[in-house]
């Protein structure tokens, strides 16, 4: 009977265990979920930092090669009365399109195109996909919205097509630093160089806000779930 | 006659001189420059400069202080030297005087003709211009749509007239035209100056000499490098090297068809004094390269004090100033741009 009523006993007890067992798998399910998220949180944080460091570094560079491109070149061919300020298409253009986020948020998703302007029906673009939640909390349509020319297709081999882009980005170069004239030293095209640089950087950092601010909403909400548990 | 202008030159020459020997005392030492390095703000390096002979310049200027302005000032402490200097010469020491200027002159036109190109406003244009270089008609330039207008309108009546006749097209003025006009005007110039010098004979001939084809020598390679990567040809290139000087002719030849920094050593270090500043630089290198070729004409403008009865001293003194005014302006953007760690890398002491 003792025997009997300690089987029975046992029984019991295991299947409590997993009854209990049940109850906690979603809940660990949901801590796993939180950890990811937090996790995700402080990996974009980081990389925001990195790339704010990286962004001051590369302007204190541009800065320090225009300065040194003056005094090599002269102040009378390096200043600012000697900018263009007839119409032209902008070299560089910023395209907005939509992009739904595993089918809870729509975010915009913004593409930097450099050397962006029309050049006898081609041009040449390099492009910055990058995800930015900068419109996040506002509505409406998300038109595709940029300055400058829409991009054209081509029809090139693919293996022409890298040499080409690369001649007709450096011919683009070339010709905005024209406006300080043809032979310009090699600081002022480092100048160049690192400005451009700080545009792509720019776009980057506000990707990762965007990613920032996305995983800060997916830990709060998190949060939230977790103190409805309770 | 080389030799005998101890017995002459002072009757004309020995004020101006002893002025100018006067000026070149108070260029700044190592220690001014030492001093100006450590300053944290731009109002310390006001401060600084209040002690000397730029103070005056400066002293009515309001914080908060900025880059230009301080650049600006200085050198309109070397534009009252100059009209000094000039108001009291006679020839052939005025004429050799206004040829120190031409340089600034050709650098405004282009400055005004590029500027007009870009639908910029010519007042703004004029206040950008270095005043050593301006003439009573230099607004007119914005009228002018090709080269030959801009000889015919307005610069046949200035001291450029005669180097434009190597450049007179009808073609628009466009960026490269532009460019191709500002080189060959200035090796027209050069040409000139040494022509003009050799005349004048003596010391002077002989320090000239030197200083102009170094110079010529600077430029052709500054010409070169800028050159690399362009729409300029080999032989626009070789078009815009002036026709004296150490590498003339046969090593614009070989400059003509380099195609990037290293060909350029390869060429240069084949010319001993020139083979020093090259031999300063890492393979690949261009950044030093404009402070090792300052290096090497401070040198030599220091060294045409050494002697005396010539006029080079003047030439000299001009230069020495745009030099320092030159250090002025990165020390300034260094400290501005709160970068003291490089402020080194392009200063250049003069004693």
Redesign the interface.
């Known amino acids: 009977m003792e025997e009997e009523k300690k089987e029975i006993d046992f029984e019991i007890g295991m299947k409590q265990n997993q009854e209990l067992k049940l109850e906690e798998e979603p809940q660990q399910q949901q801590k796993q979920v939180g950890d990811e998220h937090v996790l995700r949180f402080l990996d974009s944080v980081d990389n925001y930092l990195t790339l704010f460091e990286s962004l001051s570094c590369t302007l ?1 560079q541009g ?2 090669e225009l ?2 491109a ?3 070149m ?4 390096v ?1 600012s ?6 119409v032209h298409s902008a070299s560089t253009s910023l395209q907005v399109t939509p992009d739904i986020v595993d089918s809870m948020e729509e975010q915009p998703h913004f593409i930097l195109r450099k050397w962006g302007s029309l050049y006898d029906g081609k041009c040449s673009y390099e492009d910055q996909n990058s995800k930015v939640d900068g419109l996040q909390g506002k509505s409406g349509s998300p038109l595709p919205r940029h300055r400058g020319k829409p991009q054209l297709s081509e029809e090139i081999s693919p293996k022409q097509a890298p040499l080409m882009v690369d001649d007709q980005v ?1 011919k683009k170069r ?1 010709r905005s630093l ?2 300080f ?7 002022l095209r480092a100048a160049q160089l690192s400005f451009e640089t700080a545009l792509e950087t720019l776009v980057e950092i506000a990707n990762m806000r965007s990613t920032m601010l996305s995983t800060f909403n997916g830990v709060h909400k998190e949060l939230g779930v977790a103190k409805e548990i309770r | 006659m080389y030799g005998f202008e101890a017995l002459t030159f002072n009757i004309h020459g020995g004020y101006l001189e002893a002025i100018v020997r006067g000026h070149r005392s108070g260029l700044f030492t190592a220690a001014d420059y030492n001093n100006l390095c450590q300053c944290e703000t731009l109002d310390d390096i006001k401060m600084h400069l209040s002690a000397t002979e730029y103070g005056p310049y400066l002293q009515n200027e309001p914080s908060p202080l900025h880059t ?1 302005t301080i ?1 600006e000032k200085c050198t309109l402490k070397l534009v009252d030297e100059y009209k000094h200097m000039l108001c009291q010469a006679t020839e052939p020491l005025s004429t050799f005087l206004e040829y120190c200027r031409y340089g600034h002159m050709i ?2 036109v ?2 005004i003709v ?2 007009t190109l ?3 406003d010519v007042q ?2 004029l ?4 005043p050593l270089g301006m003439f009573d008609s230099i607004a007119s330039l914005a009228v002018a749509q090709n080269m030959r207008e801009l000889y015919r309108l307005v610069l046949v009546d200035t001291p450029l007239a005669p180097y434009f006749s190597e450049c007179i097209t009808s073609e628009d003025l466009d ?2 035209n ?2 191709i006009m ?2 060959t005007l200035y090796k027209a110039y050069l040409e000139d100056f040494n022509r003009f010098c050799q005349k004048l004979g003596g010391a002077t001939a002989e320090i000239m000499s030197d200083l102009l084809a170094f110079e010529a020598d600077r430029r052709a390679v ?2 070169t ?3 690399i ?4 040809t080999r032989d626009d290139r070789k078009k815009l090297y002036s026709n004296f000087g150490l590498l003339y002719p046969y090593g614009h030849e070989e400059l003509a068809v380099c195609e990037d920094l290293d060909q350029v050593r390869g060429v240069m270090e084949k010319y001993p004094p020139y083979q020093s500043i090259f031999s300063r630089l890492s393979y690949g290198e ?2 030093l390269l ?1 402070k090792a070729f300052y290096e090497e004409e401070v040198k030599r403008l220091c060294l045409a004090f050494e002697q005396q009865f010539h006029y080079a001293v003047f030439f000299a003194y001009i230069r020495l100033r745009e030099q320092e005014i ?1 250090n002025l ?2 020390i300034s ?2 400290v501005a ?1 709160n ?1 003291k760690s ?1 402020v080194h ?2 200063v250049v002491f003069i004693f």
Request: proline share 1%; aromatic share 2%; with cysteine.
């Open positions: 204190r800065w320090l300065v040194s003056r005094h090599s002269g102040a009378s061919r200043n009365s000697l900018l263009d300020l007839k450096q070339s024209s406006v004239g043809t032979l310009v030293s090699p600081q | 230009t650049v650098d405004n282009v400055l590029t500027g870009h639908e910029r703004e244009l206040e950008k211009c270095h960026d490269m532009i460019e500002r080189n500054n010409i490098i800028n050159s990567g362009t729409e300029l261009s950044q404009d030159r302006m990165w953007e260094c741009q970068q490089r890398d392009s």
